[in-house]
């Protein structure tokens, strides 16, 4: 499964590395339960295969990132619509 990086907006403030379905999401901090962002990286693993490939496949790389970028402003807008709702 891909690793993510989210930051705590708590009050440990801290970085944390989760592992987790690509559909999945980390919706608080496990230390202190405050919300978390999302940080916008590159899943390791992915990162990983495609380092090693990377010479044969140019594009996987900035695929699989657009992907990551388009699914991060997916969660924003949905946030963003959550508030104006509420
Ligand atoms: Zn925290």
Do not use: F, N, W
């Not at 989760?18 to 919706?27: F, Q, S």
């Amino acid at each position: 499964m891909p690793r993510y990086a989210y930051r705590c907006l708590g009050e440990c403030e801290d970085a944390i590395q989760v592992t987790h379905g690509i559909d999945d999401r980390l919706e608080e901090c496990p230390a202190c339960k405050e919300a978390v962002r999302k940080m916008l990286t590159i899943p390791i693993s992915l990162a990983a295969q495609t380092a090693a490939s990377v010479t044969a496949k140019p594009g996987a790389l900035v695929d699989a990132y657009i992907k990551e970028v388009k699914e991060e402003l997916r969660q924003q807008k949905k946030e963003v619509r959550g508030d104006i709702d509420v």
